[in-house]
């Protein structure tokens, strides 16, 4: 090979090394530039996520199931959660059982109420009712909370679902 070859094969071979450089480095920036946008989108979470209080503030049209064996099928009536500070909640409440032997039960007043971080509630109405509290506890989804319930000292039991306005 002649010595203009020899040189002109150098210069293809350090064009083609820089070229090879420039690309690794370009890929290794733009996997560090995409590695970085994926911890900001997993840092960013949900507003509403693990470490927040589910937003617990309106009114909720609810409504309970009975067994049949109560002689009440359902009741419903509404809930109105007007303050929360972190877990606690307050508001009132007024709901109409069908009386299913006798006339129809009233149950008013908001007593003890707490929502947790993971969605699980748990609420009394009725707290000064001489039979015993009426006693809701369940999970909040989204507008919707739903679970069981259990009214009075003889425990007649069943389901409940609430949903906001």
């Keep these: ?9 150098r210069l293809v071979n350090a064009e083609q090394e820089s070229t090879h450089t420039t690309v690794v480095t370009q890929c290794a920036a733009q996997r560090a530039l995409m590695l970085a946008a994926i911890v900001a989108l997993a840092a960013c979470g949900d507003s509403s996520g693990p470490d927040k209080y589910p937003d617990m503030l309106g009114s909720y049209d609810i409504t309970a199931t009975f ?10 009536g509404t809930i109105t959660i007007t303050g929360q500070q972190d877990s606690t909640l307050t508001g009132d409440a007024t709901v109409v059982i069908p009386g299913g032997w006798g006339p129809d039960i009233v149950v008013t007043g908001f007593g003890v109420a707490a929502v947790q971080k993971n969605g699980s509630i748990r609420f009394n109405l009725a707290p000064n009712d001489p039979d015993g509290a009426w006693t809701f506890s369940g999970h909040v989804n989204g507008s919707t909370m739903s679970g ?17 306005r």
């Design 67 to 76: 067994p049949p064996k109560s002689g009440v099928s359902t009741g419903s």
């Design 148 to 164: 069981s319930q259990t009214k009075g000292r003889n425990s007649v039991a069943g389901s409940w679902t609430a949903t906001r």
């Design 1 to 9: 090979m002649t010595a203009p070859r020899i040189a002109a094969r």
